[in-house]
Each structure stands twice: as structure tokens, then as C-alpha cells.
């Protein structure tokens, strides 16, 4: 078979390889972004699909609109309103499959082959992804605690001519579960609107907090003009409906619809019309509410898990929200070699050289916690400290 050249960029995940050895029932797993599967409003959704069908059977079942299912589009504007301060209405969004497919569409919007991409050093592995397979040309900006580093930016930025887009996570980011403060996301906004640069602002984490205070994002503030927005409903109700939408300009949305017409002529209607039923007969933000208590709780016991199992010069984040958290690990430690050892142990996590675009740190891991329950958490990650000083040791 004579394949296209973008498919040379493109290599299996190490993400998505492990989670077919962590559907083992044995396995305690770190590794994927999974919510807990407990937690699914599994009866609601049952009570939901059964109204939906019969009250409007015909119409969830046949094709529909490729903008998307008019009255979810109003509930998600009018949401995103009052949580963010937009003023949006249906005209600025996009029902998608999940944030991933937001991603690849504005990818197909925005990236010609040798495009610059600039983002998060780590990053969401799949975002790269996405750009490589536009042939585009991925380059790591430096972070610190509070985000991008706007030095390191403008550097970039003046160096490197052809910069098409900023990719960010700036709530609970994944990998490494960091929030940016209010005062970095207006320096990098304004920055990215003086090299005319667009911003691609990924925030499926933002509703998941634990603990600090909420800041707008960037696509809230008035000089957002080249910032679009993805959400998605996979972590505030299931992954599985694979449902998520883009939030950005009219001009912008009328183009991403004419590709999202040939990529797969519109999202599934009757998922569409499950959620908008399941948000009319249910209190979404109590689901989230519990679901906020639940995550809190497994966070707090994975950061004293750490403190109390692994070496005292390993450095962590703390996260104030999402899934992750991630790890420095003392040198020489190859957390890839680790993960074959964890694996015998039956645990499993992430190394975090693939989160690199460019320049891999062998000594990082990222852990999820939001689908092991405490107990299996303070197991699991005594194991993982054990590896980790067995190792340092040799
Ligand atoms: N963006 C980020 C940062 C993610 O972590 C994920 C998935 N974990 C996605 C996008 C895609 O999620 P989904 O397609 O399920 O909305």
C-alpha cells in the first residue's frame, strides 16, 4: 500500500497500547485519563434514552443538522454564559465527537504542511498527534508553576516565522495537572494577538475543581478575538457518548462546519437529544458536585501516598483540579524501564516522554486518579515508591 506522507509522523500511542493490558480485572491503573465508570449516571441515562425514543423516536434516529442539535447548542451557550461571562449564542458552536475531534477539525481548518504549532511543554499527547498528522511542525514552549512562560514565547515567536497556532490547557492541564493564573493567560493573549497568532484554548478539565479559586479563561476576555474554545462532555458526564463542541467567532464556526460536513456529515442526533433530556429531567451540577467530592478525596489520598511512599527529592504537582498529577522523579530514573517493572507488579501509569513535542524528560510520569478508588490508590502507589527507591538504589 503507498501511503500518504503524513502517515511517516504518525506512531501507535503508548497510551493507547497500555490500556488494552489495564482492562485486565488485576490491574491497578494510573495510566489513562479515565473517569470513574462508578460514578456514570448509568439509571438516568437508561430513563432518558427511553423518553428520547419514545417521544421523539423518528427524529433521533434520522440524520440531523451538521452544526449540531439546536436546542444542546442553546443549553451549552447559555451555560458557558453564565459560567465564563460570554456572551454566546448557538451560532458560535459546534456539537463535535468529544474535545479529540474539535482538535482534529480546527486542525484541518488552521494547519498547512510546516506550520508551526506552539504548546505547553508537556502536552496532551493526542493533540500532538492531531498536528503531526497535518504535517505540521510541533515546538515546545517552556512552563512554570503559574504557566507558558511569556519569555520563552516572544522568543520563539520572533525566532520562528511561520507560527500558525498556540495550543494550551490552561485548567488542570494534561499531563502535568497545572492551572495558569489570570495575570500569564492576559501576558500570553496578549502576545499570541501581537504575532496575530491564533490560540486554540482546550478545556475539558475546567468544571472539575477541588480546591483554589476559578479564573475566566482566555476566550473570556474581550481581546479574544483569535481564540477557539473547546469543551466536552466527557469528563462531567461519559467519555463514551463521545460527544464535546467547539465555541469560537460565527465566521470561524460557518468553516468548521463546511469540514465537519465531509468528515462525517454531523454528530450522533439521538446522543445529541439523550443529553439535552438527561440536562432537563437532572441536576447536572449536582452530578458534578459528587463527582468533585469523589475526585477531591482520591486526589488527597494520592498526594499523601506520595509524600509518604516516594523519595523526598521527587517533585509533584498538586493539582487544584482534573485528573493527573505528575511527577519529577529523581535522575538517572527511566520511568519507561519503571513501567515494564510496575507492569510484573500489576500497576500501571504513563511515562511521561511521550508528552513531549520535542525534547523527552525520562525521569517524568504522569498519574491519573480519578478511577481508582483510595484503597487501591494507597496500594497501588506504595508499589510505585518500592520500584522507584529499589531503582535508585541499584
Ligand atoms: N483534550 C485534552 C486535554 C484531553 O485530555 C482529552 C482527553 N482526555 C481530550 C482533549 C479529548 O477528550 P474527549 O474527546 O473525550 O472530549
Given at each position: 500500500m503507498k501511503y500518504a506522507n503524513r502517515m511517516k509522523n504518525l506512531h501507535a500511542s503508548e497510551i493507547r497500547e497500555l490500556l488494552k493490558i489495564t482492562e485486565r480485572p488485576d490491574i491497578i491503573s494510573f495510566?489513562?485519563?479515565?473517569?470513574?465508570?462508578?460514578?456514570?449516571?448509568i439509571e438516568e441515562m437508561a430513563a432518558v434514552s427511553a423518553t428520547v425514543l419514545k417521544e421523539h423516536g423518528e427524529k433521533a434516529l434520522q440524520y440531523s443538522t451538521t452544526e449540531g442539535f439546536q436546542p444542546l447548542r442553546k443549553w451549552i451557550a447559555e451555560r458557558e454564559n453564565q459560567r465564563i461571562k460570554t456572551k454566546l449564542t448557538e451560532e458560535n458552536l459546534l456539537i463535535t465527537h468529544g474535545s479529540q475531534q474539535a482538535l482534529d477539525l480546527v486542525g484541518k481548518l488552521l494547519i498547512n504542511k510546516g506550520d508551526v504549532i506552539l504548546c505547553e511543554s508537556p502536552t496532551y499527547l493526542s493533540a500532538l498527534n492531531v498536528f503531526k498528522t497535518f504535517e505540521g511542525q510541533v515546538l515546545e514552549v517552556q512552563t512554570d508553576q503559574d504557566g507558558m512562560i511569556v519569555s520563552d514565547l516572544e522568543r520563539l515567536l520572533k525566532e520562528t516565522p511561520n507560527v500558525k497556532l498556540l495550543y494550551v490547557i490552561?485548567?488542570?492541564?494534561?499531563?502535568?495537572?497545572k492551572t495558569w493564573s489570570l495575570e500569564r493567560k492576559k501576558q500570553i493573549l496578549a502576545v499570541a494577538n501581537r504575532y496575530d497568532v491564533a490560540i486554540v484554548e482546550d478545556a475539558p478539565?475546567?468544571?472539575?475543581?477541588?480546591?483554589g479559586e476559578f479564573t475566566l479563561p482566555m476566550?473570556?476576555?474581550?481581546?479574544?478575538?483569535?481564540v477557539i474554545r473547546t469543551g466536552s462532555?466527557?469528563?462531567?458526564?461519559?467519555?463514551?457518548?463521545r460527544l464535546g463542541w467547539i465555541a469560537a467567532d460565527v465566521e470561524v464556526i460557518e468553516k468548521l462546519v463546511l469540514i465537519k460536513q465531509s468528515t462525517?456529515?454531523?454528530?450522533n442526533t439521538f446522543t445529541q437529544m439523550q443529553i439535552v433530556q438527561f440536562v432537563q429531567e437532572n441536576d447536572l451540577d449536582a452530578h458534578i458536585a459528587r463527582l468533585i467530592q469523589a475526585y477531591r478525596s482520591r486526589r488527597d489520598a494520592a498526594i499523601s501516598a506520595i509524600k509518604k511512599?516516594?523519595?523526598?527529592?521527587t517533585h509533584y504537582t498538586r493539582p487544584e483540579g482534573g485528573l493527573f498529577i505528575w511527577l519529577e522523579l529523581p535522575e538517572p530514573l527511566n520511568t519507561t524501564a519503571l513501567l515494564e517493572k510496575s507492569l510484573e507488579r500489576n500497576v500501571a501509569f504513563v511515562s511521561g516522554?511521550?508528552?513531549?513535542?520535542?525534547?523527552?524528560?525520562?525521569n517524568t510520569m504522569r498519574l491519573n486518579f480519578?478511577?481508582?478508588n483510595e484503597e487501591n490508590i494507597e496500594i497501588g502507589f506504595k508499589i510505585l515508591g518500592e520500584l522507584v527507591h529499589e531503582e535508585l538504589a541499584k
Open positions: 495510566a489513562g485519563g479515565l473517569p470513574a465508570a462508578e460514578l456514570f449516571p490552561p485548567t488542570f492541564q494534561n499531563p502535568s495537572g478539565y475546567e468544571e472539575l475543581r477541588y480546591s476566550f473570556s476576555f474581550p481581546e479574544s478575538k483569535n462532555f466527557s469528563k462531567i458526564l461519559c467519555p463514551g457518548l462525517d456529515l454531523q454528530c511512599y516516594f523519595p523526598e527529592n516522554e511521550s508528552f513531549y513535542a520535542e525534547h523527552p524528560r525520562y480519578s478511577c481508582m
